[in-house]
């Protein structure tokens, strides 16, 4: 019988990518809106204290293991922003790319630089932590390109994918080197003895 991983999140874009992240393990991920468990309110002061306290909740609530993580998009020439506020910036997906175009519309291509922070917890039922971190650096579209992604993914050019956003890349080479790819890198030990029925106890990371 598989494992269940509860994920806090109601993204239904976030769900499919976790589950792409973590193919080939013997884990169910269930979201909490499938299971019909309210969201955590997001109430950190970083990324790290969001995906703690998601985490936490959703272990709480189901009784089982449960996945939390809060990534955003953080642009230099905007001092930092949206950072925390990156799903909250605008109504949608595509009102928050068209801000952020907004907001850059006079910044020459030389300074659009911004990257990518994932902050991903996993939490044990016994109310243990096992935490990861991820980060990509890039820089910012005129316009957005590709449909392989959400949030701001066609906006977004990572540095190791010359011309190509994040939206544009193939799911494998996208899952590879995106920041939520490498924080669930960092918790892929801990997750393989979880799918094994193991104890995952030795496999804590800390979390940058």
Known sequence: MRRVLVVATGNPGKLVELRELVSGLDLELRSLSELGLPSPEETGGTFAQNAE???????????????GDDSGLCVDALGGAPGLHSARWAGN?????????????????GRRAAHFFCAAALCAPDGRLFRAAGRVDGSIATAPRGTNGFGYDPLF??????????????????????????????????????????DPGDFSRPLT
């Open 93 to 109: 997906d595509e009102a928050r790319r068209a801000r952020l175009l907004r907001e850059l519309d006079a910044v020459p291509a």
């Open 53 to 67: 306290l998601k985490a936490r909740a959703a272990a709480d609530a189901a009784k089982t293991w449960a996945l």
């Open 157 to 198: 050019l990572p540095a190791e994918t010359p011309g190509r956003t994040l939206a544009e890349l193939p799911s494998a080479e996208k899952n590879r080197l995106s920041h939520r790819g490498r924080a669930l890198a960092g918790l892929r030990p801990t997750l393989e003895a979880l799918a094994r029925g193991a």
